[in-house]
């Protein structure tokens, strides 16, 4: 298979997945982040790495973001949630540190795949992006790609889709943003 055909099968697969989430919990998901204080991200591996790259889009637009465990990380109140990346909701390190959050009195937002994970009883809005991940469940969208890459993609592209959405729902201005852009570069 040549670079053109993979690219189609990734792309394809991307939109396919994105097209699945409910916009309902999208708008939920906005909403959440205006009404807190401060949003906390965790996730694990590559997970992580997406959740970063939301964490600091959402930072450009003027909210206050944090990753847990960094060395500068706050303190969590009952004004704050915790959005937990994890396809299968069963990753160790987030679902303990999401039942940590939620004693807090955090609100817990799980972006995942399955809406049966052991988040599920504390989780107050799942967004879920129905695909593949290492549970194979029956209900989840199968993907060509190694191991969870299509949620890991998917979750990339749905921090940047959601950044869009503030953008136009606060009607900001493109050019303003670059004011909140890192300059120590």
């Not at 299968?88 to 937002?109: M, Q």
């Not at 879920?128 to 209900?139: C, F, G, H, M, N």
């Not at 890991?152 to 921090?159: D, I, K, V, W």
Request: with cysteine; aromatic share 6%.
């Amino acid at each position: 298979m040549n670079y053109r055909e993979t690219t189609k099968i990734v792309i394809d697969e991307c939109y396919l997945a994105l097209s699945k989430v409910e916009e309902k919990q999208i708008d939920m998901l906005i909403d959440y982040l205006f009404n807190a204080d401060k949003v906390f991200f965790i996730g694990v591996g590559r997970v992580k790495l997406e959740l970063e790259a939301f964490a600091k889009r959402l930072a450009h637009l003027g909210i206050k973001t944090h990753i847990v465990g960094d060395i500068n990380e706050p303190a969590m109140t009952d004004k704050d949630i915790l959005v937990v990346g994890s396809g299968s909701g069963e990753s160790l390190v987030p679902v303990a540190i999401a039942k940590k959050a939620k004693s807090v009195g955090g609100k817990i937002i799980h972006i995942g795949s399955n809406p049966h994970s052991s988040l599920a009883p504390i989780t107050d809005l799942m967004v879920r992006i129905p695909v593949q991940t290492k549970l194979y469940l029956e209900d989840e969208i199968s993907s060509n790609q190694p191991m969870s890459s299509l949620f890991e993609q998917s979750l990339l592209l749905l921090g940047d889709i959601v950044a869009k959405m503030i953008v136009e729902r606060k009607q900001i201005n493109l050019k303003s943003l670059w004011q909140y852009h890192a300059n120590l570069e």
